[in-house]
């Protein structure tokens, strides 16, 4: 599976952005799929994720109440709606798929999107 992230960019302080990660091959859907983050100087962190089907997700308390993911099995998407956008959200967003193991630990996922960037100005 191939992943590639999009949807990033410079947005204000209470602002929204829309990412999405756009997976190749068939069996998208047998995988939990999930958004990390990677701040400047920071390790990257888990932001959210979703399971196969889309019926159960979890956030980082750091992002709950305003940030949604979702997914499109039948179109190989995945995304994160962000919304009342802070300046601590800016990093390099990546959607990674998961192989074993808990869905909040970045070693867990095998595969990852090239990243992109969103940028919050306060």
């Known amino acids: 599976v191939q992943l590639q992230a999009y949807g990033g960019g410079l947005v204000q302080a209470g602002g929204c952005l829309r990412l999405s990660c756009a997976a190749s091959g068939r069996t998208f859907s047998n995988y939990v799929m999930g958004w990390f983050r990677q701040a400047p100087g920071r390790e990257r962190e888990f932001v959210a994720a979703?399971?196969?089907?889309?019926?159960?997700?979890s956030y980082a308390d750091s992002v709950k109440g305003r940030f949604t993911i979702s997914r499109d099995n039948a179109r190989n998407t995945v995304h994160l709606q962000m919304n009342s956008l802070k300046p601590e959200d800016t990093a390099v967003y990546y959607c990674g798929k998961k192989g074993g193991g808990d869905w909040y630990v970045d070693s867990n996922y095998d595969n990852w999107g090239q990243g992109t960037l969103v940028t919050v100005s306060s």
């Open positions: 979703i399971s196969r089907s889309g019926g159960i997700t």
